[in-house]
């Protein structure tokens, strides 16, 4: 299995708390970018006493904002390559027009070729597939918190509009690593 529901405490108000975050974040001009976990914390404790309370530490979260798939051609079937770990999970929390977006899930076909690419806004580095050489194994659409393994050759399809979403980063530690058990029994 390549995602898991993961629910919270409180969701709701944790939720309403990202994104008033995330509107402060976007008239900074600093939304799609790396934020420091610190910032998050201080507007949101509650989330951080739930990660720590599961023994997960954040590294840092990310703000994402995806465009319509016919907008945005260049970033299609791909893996994330930010780290090294098999699986590499992180945590996407919806937030803005999530309902009407699904996340598709690949198995990529032998002797498929791939592209590397670092991508200029996230300044991450994706590895890129072709739409031919894969075939669809799942999907969801991401409507409450999700573990996710990002190492998966997955892609977003927004039917319209940006689908803004909040993706937690976390170190490898035992908490991490019982996660991704957890995950592969799936």
């Known amino acids: 299995m390549f ?20 509107e402060i974040f ?11 976990y610190s910032e998050i914390t201080q507007a949101c404790p509650e989330l951080d006493q739930q990660f720590r309370a599961l023994g997960l530490e954040v590294e840092h979260a990310f703000i994402f904002q995806t465009l319509p798939q016919a907008q945005n051609p260049e970033l299609g079937i ?24 699904w996340m598709n899930f690949y198995r990529v076909r ?6 590397l690419k670092l991508h200029p806004i996230y300044q991450k580095t994706y590895k890129l ?11 969801f659409q991401l409507r ?6 990002v190492n998966v050759p997955h892609n977003v399809t927004a039917a319209e509009g940006y ?24």
């Open 110 to 115: 032998d002797h498929a070729v791939s592209d």
């Open 3 to 22: 995602f898991k529901p993961l629910p919270f405490e409180h969701q709701e108000q944790i939720t309403l708390k990202l994104k008033i975050l995330y």
């Open 144 to 149: 409450m918190p999700y573990i996710i393994d």
């Open 129 to 139: 597939f072709s739409d031919a050489d894969c075939e669809l194994i799942d999907r």
């Open 78 to 101: 791909h893996s994330d390559l930010d780290s090294l770990r098999d699986p590499n999970l992180v945590l996407n929390w919806p937030l803005f027009n999530c309902d009407e977006t």
């Open 163 to 186: 689908r803004s979403i909040m993706s937690f980063r976390f170190a490898d530690n035992d908490a991490y690593k019982q996660l991704s058990r957890s995950l592969s029994q799936l």
């Open 26 to 36: 976007n008239r900074q001009e600093c939304h799609d970018k790396a934020r420091p």
